[in-house]
């Protein structure tokens, strides 16, 4: 079984490169981040073509969640339960479901923006929520993950350069210290291989010669369960697949399951 997470950064602009993935790369279940379009306009009609099913937890804002499976889709459930509003607004942030033998999340945690910011404290908030929404299936025998962009940076090797981020969000003790109680839980970080350099990074900013000078950052995760972390063969990040006019910013993380 092959599962990727992938934040693309708008779905209708990287529907092209998303589709042709979809059919190379062998993906089982692909859980999309920052798909910025509402649930109705989601391409769930070209997807059902190539024989995925679609959820979806969208509004069209600068967020938005997706699982797309051809697997099977069943129990799905939007939202974090629990889970906190930013200025009065549920943000669509999360959507679960079980896809084959694997029970699956799709998060989009929030940037934080700066530390001061009142974002950050939701962001802290809303990884609380999390921990707390996935404490059960985290401790069930099947196998369980929370994939997508967590905005964490979990160690200063998954920066490509830590001086420059001393202060920001991102690599904050808060963060770091979020995360780790989500690993508490009975989650483990699924590291996956680069496909190029040392470090598997799996973001690169538009700007600057990001990309091309290897100047990113893993933010992008895979956290699972003791039996689905015993499961994996392989993982990987598809560095191939953020070259090229039209990509987005962030890169798919590739998990292979033996289920």
């Given at each position: 079984?092959?599962?990727?997470?992938?934040?693309?950064?708008s779905?209708?602009?990287?529907?092209?490169?998303?589709?042709?993935?979809?059919?190379?790369?062998?993906?089982?279940?692909?859980?999309?981040?920052?798909?910025k379009?509402?649930?109705?306009?989601?391409?769930?009609?070209?997807?059902?073509?190539?024989?995925?099913?679609?959820?979806?937890?969208?509004?069209?804002?600068?967020?938005?969640?997706?699982?797309?499976?051809?697997?099977?889709?069943?129990?799905?459930?939007?939202?974090?339960?629990?889970?906190?509003?930013?200025?009065?607004?549920?943000?669509?942030?999360?959507?679960?479901?079980?896809?084959?033998?694997?029970?699956?999340?799709s998060?989009?945690?929030?940037?934080?923006?700066?530390?001061?910011?009142?974002?950050?404290?939701?962001?802290?908030?809303?990884?609380?929520a999390?921990?707390?929404?996935?404490?059960?299936?985290?401790?069930?025998?099947?196998?369980?993950?929370?994939?997508?962009?967590?905005?964490?940076?979990p160690?200063?090797?998954?920066?490509?350069?830590?001086?420059?981020?001393?202060?920001?969000?991102?690599?904050s003790?808060?963060?770091?210290?979020?995360?780790?109680?989500?690993?508490?839980?009975?989650?483990?970080?699924?590291?996956?291989?680069?496909?190029?350099?040392?470090?598997?990074?799996?973001?690169?900013?538009?700007?600057?010669?990001?990309?091309?000078?290897?100047?990113?950052?893993?933010?992008?995760?895979?956290?699972?369960?003791?039996?689905?972390?015993?499961?994996?063969?392989?993982?990987y990040?598809?560095?191939?697949?953020?070259?090229?006019?039209?990509?987005?910013?962030?890169?798919?993380?590739?998990?292979?399951?033996?289920?």
């Amino acid at each position: 079984m092959r599962i990727a997470t992938w934040n693309v950064n708008s779905i209708t602009a990287r529907l092209p490169r998303l589709l042709a993935w979809l059919e190379s790369s062998g993906t089982d279940v692909l859980c999309i981040q920052e798909t910025k379009t509402t649930a109705e306009a989601f391409p769930a009609d070209v997807l059902r073509e190539l024989g995925y099913e679609s959820a979806v937890n969208a509004s069209g804002r600068w967020n938005g969640v997706a699982l797309v499976s051809r697997v099977g889709l069943d129990d799905v459930a939007l939202g974090l339960p629990g889970g906190p509003d930013y200025e009065g607004v549920q943000e669509p942030r999360a959507i679960s479901a079980t896809c084959g033998p694997a029970r699956l999340w799709s998060v989009y945690v929030p940037n934080g923006r700066e530390v001061e910011h009142a974002h950050y404290a939701y962001k802290l908030q809303w990884f609380e929520a999390l921990k707390t929404a996935v404490a059960a299936d985290a401790a069930e025998t099947r196998p369980f993950a929370v994939l997508g962009d967590f905005n964490v940076a979990p160690t200063d090797d998954d920066v490509w350069d830590p001086a420059l981020f001393v202060g920001a969000t991102h690599v904050s003790p808060g963060e770091r210290a979020a995360l780790a109680a989500l690993r508490e839980a009975g989650l483990s970080d699924v590291v996956p291989r680069p496909l190029k350099y040392d470090h598997p990074f799996t973001y690169w900013d538009y700007r600057q010669l990001g990309f091309p000078k290897n100047r990113g950052m893993r933010i992008d995760l895979v956290y699972g369960n003791e039996t689905f972390a015993k499961a994996v063969t392989d993982s990987y990040v598809d560095r191939e697949e953020r070259k090229g006019k039209g990509a987005s910013d962030h890169a798919p993380v590739v998990v292979d399951l033996d289920v």
